[in-house]
């Protein structure tokens, strides 16, 4: 009996102008314990469930409502979570897949039933919006999905492979605040120098993500013991665009069988796959039977796969 | 199903003592005034460029080598911590930088005083669900540079310490053995009551001067202590008693009970309602202050070393923080 996706749903703020694109941004007093709100009840109609059910909410963020406590906190309190257990994660792009992962191991090993998996991210509010920093902005959008996981028969979860690289942290980061630095891990020198803000080294990332983003597609669908070709949809994310695309090129997808993630709405990190996945249910795009592949590499360097039968 | 069960544990406390007294310096206050609230006579700061991950790197190599593992045999790494070395990405990806292995999954939990307990639930769900073989839980802290140690912050400032420590979790056959019961509980209403604010993506922006530099900075936790105080009490004696009730065990079956180091009254009200005496509890605040989600394991890996925990016993892991979230997991050593 797999991990199965009983429901999920999505939500985005209206789209604003960032420079030469639209982006959905968030208002004011916005966090994403407040976007995965929107998307919860119709996550929960089409599971069946309460929020009463749920023996555990998980939150996937690298841009919680505040420093601590965690959006799952905010998230449940917001929910009437009365006293559910609320587990905060840091997986950057790959948040929503190593949640899952978390979510399939504590459904499995049987220690719980229903499990609440959001995946939301308010960038907006840590952007540089001068030309500067444009380019990056232009990268993000905000945004969230949450999804109701349970163990059931029929189709599921067929393989989820997660992998870290650490050595490469540097390549794409956000350096501030810095509980390294003495005396303090933010100044007001630290904000003029701009370095609360995500630097990218776009030519070392696109490179590392053209090696392993086919590389973790090919492993999880041998996990999940089929082929390519028994896959019938790839969603695949990358914070660069062009380097999605470029994956399923190498893998030789054609473009029909594939869904770039980032290029309707910008990346929306821990959220960008589960939205996608959302949207292309809502759109009819996928029907239930359909065998999905999930893929993204990003920062820390973290990365991985899911294939799921819906 | 195999049970989970810790083959090894490590742990770092940077070497920069600092007293009570040493506080008077920047603070008005007295070293009877905090112990006599918290029971903390001194706590350890890290100094230089040296990070959690640092700190939690040096607690997994002592881990590893008590377990008799290389790092490289390590299959995923879990870093609990609300002082993350860079805003992103995860001190657990910087942790894999500072062990040198690149490939496992590496993540953060960010649960506050209760991270270990998080991420040690979380460990074991890997390996009962067979998913890993050997999981790295590391939690750790650089809190000295997040407190305001001046007279204006110091009902948080004087509690917080700065340490790591790690445990290696790997699966036994034994059913007796290892992780018996895990148990997580969060109430998100008390968010507010013990906090750290900004950077908030809620804000826009999240970071500005003033919320650095204003009279009343919002870069530094606040705290409503008495308020934190009454619902640990009652919260870590509820999931106590929780574990007990799932496994069948009483309060006397319990050997040791570890709990989080957040402050030495409450872990002897805790006691006191289970009617245990005063060495059934672990307590290390004295010498290290609260460091979150390294006091658990640093608390264990001294209750080890100071031979009070044997094969057999009955050890009992609880905690209470910010949230709120608690949490306790019973284990057979």
Redesign the interface.
Known sequence: MPTALLGLAHYLPTDQQVGGVRRPIAT?????S?LALHAAPRALAQAGSQVSDLD??MFST?????????A???????LE????????????C??FL?GL??A???L????YRRILLAGG??????LDYSAAGLPIAELYGDGAAVAVLSMADGPGLESVV??????H?ER?????????????????EN??AGL?Y?RIDREQVAAFAAEHLPAVVREAVDKAATTLDGIDAFILSHALPGVAARAAADLGLASSRVIDAGAAHGHLTAATLPVALSEALASGRLAAGARVCMATCG????W?AAVLKL | ?RNARITGLGHYVPPLTVTNDDLTSRIDTTDDWIQQRTGIRERHY???????A?MGALAAREALERAGRRADEVDC?IFAT?????????S??????RL?I???????????CTGFL?SL??A???I????FERVLVVGG??????ID?TTRGRDVAVIFGDGAAAALVEPTDDAQRGILT?H??????Y?EK????????????????EM??AEMPR?F?RMEGRYVFKHAVERCTQVVQEALDATGYTADDITLLVPHQANMRINQMVALGFSWPEDKVVNNIQRYGNTTAASIPLALYEAVEADRVHDGDLICLAGFG????W?AILMRW
């Open positions: 004011d007093a916005v966090g994403p407040d555990l909410v690298m841009t919680p409502d505040v420093t601590f406590p965690g799952a906190c905010f998230f449940q309190h917001k979570g009365g006293t559910v257990a609320a587990l905060d994660v840091r997986g950057q790959a948040g190593m992962m978390i399939d191991s504590y499995s090993a049987g220690i991210e308010v960038h907006s509010s840590g997660c992998h870290s690289d650490g050595r942290h794409f980061w956000i350096e501030y605040p810095s509980s390294r630095q003495h005396p303090l891990r933010i100044t007001v904000l003029r609360q995500p920062a820390g360097y973290a991985g | 199903m890290s100094e230089g460029r040296v990070g959690a640092d790494i609300l002082s993350p070395d860079y805003e992103m990405p995860s657990a990806c910087v942790l894999q930088d040198g690149g490939g496992v999954p590496a993540f953060d939990v960010r649960n506050q998080y639930a979380t074991n769900a890997f009962k669900s067979g998913r802290e650089v809190h000295s540079t997040g140690i895990t997580l509980h969060a109430e998100g209403k968010a013990l906090w750290l604010e900004c950077a908030a993506s809620r804000s826009r922006p999240r970071l500005t001067e650095v530099a870069v936790p910010a949230g709120f979230t949490g």
